[in-house]
């Protein structure tokens, strides 16, 4: 069980990340869900990411949470900003 927190911290910071870049940069292309889920899977990858490069320094929920944060709105973003032309 204690294999699943960061990884939850990572979905639940990466869907926040997402839906807050998102919403900051008036993405309406994309609904709800779409940036929920491409930020989920971006705080993933950069929770992963997060834990090949860094030290144990680096490992805690709140540094998995801010990266995660980071990289779930950045792949929301660039989801956005493909999917929302027209």
């Known amino acids: 069980m204690e294999s699943l927190g960061p990884?939850?911290?990572q979905l639940v910071a990466g869907a926040i990340g997402g839906n807050?870049?998102?919403a900051v940069l008036k993405q309406e292309g994309?609904?709800?869900?779409?940036?929920t889920i491409a930020g989920a899977v971006?705080?993933?990858g950069?929770?992963?990411?997060?834990n090949l490069i860094?030290?144990?320094a680096l490992t805690g929920y709140i540094a998995q949470g801010l990266s995660s944060l980071v990289a779930g709105g950045v792949l929301?973003?660039?989801v956005g900003a493909v999917l929302g032309r027209k």
Do not use: F, H, K, Q
């Open 7 to 9: 990884i939850i911290t």
């Open 46 to 50: 950069g929770g992963l990411i997060l």
């Open 20 to 22: 807050g870049a998102s």
């Open 42 to 44: 971006g705080g993933l």
């Open 76 to 78: 929301s973003a660039i």
């Open 54 to 56: 860094g030290s144990e």
């Open 30 to 35: 994309v609904n709800l869900v779409a940036r």
